[in-house]
């Protein structure tokens, strides 16, 4: 995602501690008070044989396309074995019926789903332990991570592999000689870079607000957490999801992955070992791989049964492993019919921009939507688009509210629109907002 509106696309234009911040009872007093009590725990609540039966999720099921990812295996086999190990015990999640099956843990998850992008973004320092705290406080189904090496190959969580905007190191006068400028996928940039720091000296650092124009409030938990690894987010992750008495999904991104492979340090084979290690391989395992380059999707393939998810930028850009390949196909040509089949053959989902679902126009109103809700569900596709925020400088024109940027707009409008398009889930960085608009669509499509 982009270091503005939108995700950072990877892409060319063709041509430490937990949470702790509040006491548990003041954060649920909170949570009460705004309403979203009750309402983000849905992976903990899933309907009956009887209700599932009985078709009463909303929307009817597609069957799901013939698909060598969806082809049984031992691995599916040995999770009815042992059913106390799947997420929901073999009950139905709640919610709208999903238009497509998967195959994988996927379909155990609420429909549609509330993704933390960055964990609670909106209020917390992205990336942090205290954000995805936050963000399973306010009802997150899934938190989200973006991976980047350090010099001595620790997988760690950062937005980018340049650390300038979202940690102190500009702080320490020790690491001052550091600065330089890269050309990572094609853009110049100057800055502080992961992979030219260990992590015992990334360990040093502290996390800061990446957008203080905007969110001038996160900027109060400046410096109160570190960098965390991604070992250290899967661990906090499993403690959680005892402590909440639901599975706490991961959803995680490999960033720059060509870029990371031509300088010896490969992120695909590190991420497997350390899903290997957490438990958290397969295609049950609770985390769901995303990529801007197929690539390194179709190498995680070969690696791990991960459900994976196709990030998609805008229309004229092209996946950075496109440009130095030589394959002149853009994003318009990856949404297309034949372009979503390819995408099936090796991916669970697609993550696109909103844009691509519904565009706006020069004054940044929506126009009609496109096919590319139902297209992607034709390919068996899930759809998850990026990214939902509830200030006005992030909305479209028809749900701002005033002229200030920074000032909230009508995200549950917007986030309720998304959903009525038949998205299945999307990502966002304030849960509570979103877990409210599901609430009110759900409501709307009969689900308790």
Known sequence: ??????????????????????????????????????????????????????????????????????????????????????????????????????????????????????????????????????????????????????????LVVRHENNIAETTDVADHPEFASRRTTRTIDGQSLTGWFTEDFTLAELRTLRAKERLPQQRQRNTLYDGRWPIPTFREVAEFAERRSRSLGRPVWLYVETKHPSYFRSIGLPLEERLAAELRRAGLEGKRGRAILQSFEPSSLQRLAKLVGNPRVQLLGAADTQPYDFVLAGDKRTVADLVTPAGLQWIASFAHGIGPTTQLIAPVDAAGKVQPSTSLVPDAHRANLVLHPYTVRNENGFLPADFRRGTDPAAYGDAIGWARYLYEQGVDGFFTDQSDTTVLARSDFWAAHGVN
Request: negative net charge.
């Open 1 to 154: 995602m982009t270091n503005g509106p939108e995700r950072t696309a990877g892409t060319a234009r063709a041509a430490g501690e937990e949470g702790g911040d509040l006491p548990s009872a003041s954060r649920r007093s909170f949570l009460r008070a705004a309403g979203a009590i009750g309402l983000g725990t849905a992976a903990a609540v899933g309907f009956s044989a009887t209700e599932a039966a009985a078709g009463t999720a909303g929307t009817a099921a597609a069957p799901a396309a013939e698909n060598p990812r969806n082809a049984p295996t031992a691995e599916d086999a040995a999770a009815a074995e042992a059913p106390e190990a799947a997420d929901s015990a073999g009950a139905a999640a709640r919610g709208t019926r999903p238009p497509v099956r998967t195959g994988t843990g996927l379909d155990r998850l609420p429909h549609p789903l509330v993704i933390a992008h960055r964990g609670a973004s909106g209020y917390r320092p992205e990336h942090t332990l205290g954000s995805y705290e936050l963000a399973l406080e306010l009802g997150a189904d899934v938190i989200e991570q973006d991976l980047v090496p350090t010099r001595d190959g620790q």
